[in-house]
């Protein structure tokens, strides 16, 4: 599996904002975000395909935001009104194919990035 770097993480209190990043070694088909709270399963957060189109988690809706730069070939994870329970690592993963919500469908993957939401 290629690997993935996110950066962006860090401690934050409750109701704060965090950016992630990651950058993505060439162009895929699908990127996304998802994380793992501490004793849980990792779950999907929000993914973006090759035509922008967006789904999120809906646990996180209207608050984050995923988007991604061409350009620079990165997606980004802006997270807003963060929670306690939203303490968690967050991985960037990527696909050549469509989009899953599925951390097993994705080729690419890093190694995570710590969001720690004191209250």
């Known amino acids: 599996e290629v690997q993935l770097v996110e950066s962006g993480g860090g401690s934050v209190q409750a109701g704060g904002s965090l950016r992630l990043s990651c950058v993505l070694p060439?162009?895929?088909?699908?990127r996304g975000w998802f994380r793992q709270p501490p004793g849980k399963e990792r779950e999907g957060v929000a993914v973006?395909?090759?035509?922008?189109?967006?789904e999120y988690a809906e646990f996180v809706k209207g608050r984050f935001t995923i988007s991604r730069d061409n350009v620079k070939n990165t997606v980004y994870l802006q997270m807003n009104t963060l929670k306690p329970e939203e303490t968690a690592v967050y991985y960037c993963?990527?696909?050549?194919?469509?989009?899953?919500?599925?951390?097993?469908?994705?080729?690419?993957g890093g190694q995570g990035t710590q969001v720690t939401v004191s209250s």
């Open positions: 973006n395909d090759r035509y922008d189109g967006i």
């Open positions: 060439e162009y895929v088909g699908c």
């Open positions: 993963a990527a696909r050549r194919g469509f989009c899953t919500m599925v951390r097993s469908d994705f080729t690419y």
